[in-house]
């Protein structure tokens, strides 16, 4: 019985460990993605300015 318990009790930890795996994953993603959109953003701005100052 006992055996059977832990077994259980393993499979959900298990389960618990790679849904935080991913989520911690996609968070990265995430933040990666916000910062290349950050980047592209400054460099628009950066070129329009520039523009502006050359004409």
């Known amino acids: 019985m006992s055996s059977i318990l832990i ?5 959900i930890s298990m389960q ?3 849904k ?3 989520k911690k994953l996609y968070n ?11 980047n592209v953003n400054h460099f628009i701005v950066n ?3 520039k523009n502006q100052v050359q004409r």
């Open 28 to 38: 990265r993603r995430k933040n990666v993605s916000v910062k290349l959109q950050q």
């Open 16 to 18: 618990l460990s790679t």
């Open 47 to 49: 070129q329009l300015l």
């Open 20 to 22: 935080m795996k991913v």
């Open 7 to 11: 077994s259980i009790s393993m499979k």
